[in-house]
């Protein structure tokens, strides 16, 4: 069991990495930053000190060149503000009044693969991404 200090040393140093990984750009790290308070609140989370340690390695080399680190965190970035942004096309609004929908099941399934690739990373590395 970690205490409340290691929690709070742990959110500070990603929330710095982190902020230094984006170079302080706006939407990226209000969407990165938006993932760490979530991860932090969430129930039942259990504290994983090396884990915290090796991502906040992982973000320092994001932020010191760029390099594959750099280029795998601008795309879960990007694809964190995909996911978050609400779809607000033309077609959406055309099918708007279309009971069954012919795309459910893929609109509902279509980050299984990229979560599963995500969590493959995290263990293969002990990092701890979303």
């Given amino acids: 069991m970690a205490t409340n200090l290691e929690v709070v040393h742990a959110y500070r140093h990603l929330f710095r990495s982190i902020s230094k990984a984006v170079q302080y750009a706006y939407w990226p790290r209000r969407t990165a930053i938006k993932q760490l308070r979530i991860a932090f609140r969430e129930p039942g989370a259990v504290f994983d000190g090396e884990g915290i340690k090796r991502t906040v390695w992982f973000l320092e080399c994001a932020a010191r060149e760029r390099g594959?680190?750099?280029?795998?965190?601008?795309?879960?970035?990007?694809?964190?503000?995909?996911?978050d942004s609400p779809d607000k096309g033309f077609k959406k609004l055309l099918h708007e009044g279309q009971v069954d929908d012919p795309?459910?099941?893929?609109?509902?399934?279509?980050?299984?693969?990229?979560?599963?690739?995500?969590?493959?990373l995290n263990k293969t590395m002990g990092l701890c991404l979303r």
Avoid: C, G, P, S
């Fill in 103 to 120: 795309l459910a099941f893929e609109k509902k399934t279509k980050y299984w693969h990229y979560d599963m690739t995500v969590a493959m």
């Fill in 68 to 83: 594959i680190e750099h280029k795998i965190l601008k795309n879960l970035i990007k694809v964190r503000q995909w996911r």
